[in-house]
């Protein structure tokens, strides 16, 4: 079964200092792997997309990585802001097809 | 440049009763459609997706159905709601066909029924 698994669930931060958030998947094969941010009620926005064939992706501070044969990725957040808070998604999307699979995501709040 | 818009933003319904919810894409034509469902602590849940008018797919057999009379409109609807139906719904379009190119969400819907 395709599945995204996110760890941790949850992570308090202080403001300025680094994060990174974890997914492992079992989607085989993919097409690509996204990394989505998603302020409380709001609609998931895409930070980095990659394919499988990519190892990394930057986005201002947002920083993905991609290890296709442990079916690992990363995000790295540098010098979080207060208005990093937020839930990040790992959605990846199995090769030939549209449809996504999303992790549950990290929910990862900064403090000042 | 292109927008999606979703309404109600927020509803509180009884069980039993009808739904309705409406999503619209503005600044692009022929897009494909998708219809998705996120309960508390579960990831984002495919409910429906439309490759164009009249074309709908169901991924998850449920009580909820789903139509598009027109391009960029796309209707979320149920008959009488579950409790079960709680939850936030998000629509989403994507345009073309590469498997690449960015899902794009609308603000959702969160649903509570009581």
């Known amino acids: 079964k395709n599945q995204v698994e996110q760890s941790p669930q949850s992570l308090i931060i202080l403001e300025g200092k680094n994060c990174t958030l974890q997914?492992?998947?079992?989607?085989?094969?993919?097409?690509?792997l996204r990394w989505y941010k998603q302020d409380t009620g709001r609609g998931p926005v895409s930070l980095t997309i990659m394919t499988f064939s990519e190892n990394t992706k930057s986005n201002g501070r947002y920083t993905a990585t991609l290890d296709a044969d442990t079916k690992q990725s990363s995000l790295h957040i540098t010098a979080s802001q207060l208005s990093d808070s937020a839930s990040y998604i790992c959605?990846?999307?199995?090769?030939?097809?549209?449809?996504?699979?999303f992790g549950t995501g990290t929910r990862l709040q900064v403090f000042p | 440049s292109q927008t999606i818009h979703q309404w109600p933003a927020t509803l509180v319904q009884p069980v039993g009763s009808p739904l309705s919810l409406e999503c619209t894409v503005e600044g692009t034509s022929n897009p494909n459609l998708y219809w998705y469902r996120q309960a508390a602590g579960r990831g984002l849940q495919l409910l429906f997706y439309s490759v164009g008018i009249g074309q709908i797919s169901s991924e998850v057999p449920q009580n909820l159905s789903a139509s598009r009379p027109q391009d960029r409109q796309f209707i979320l609807s149920s008959k009488k709601l579950l409790l079960s139906d709680s939850g936030f719904y998000l629509c989403a379009w994507r345009a073309g066909t590469s498997v690449l190119n960015e899902q794009f969400f609308g603000p959702g819907t969160r649903l509570t029924v009581l």
């Open positions: 959605v990846v999307s199995p090769f030939n097809t549209d449809k996504l699979i």
């Open positions: 997914c492992n998947y079992t989607v085989s094969p993919f097409s690509n």
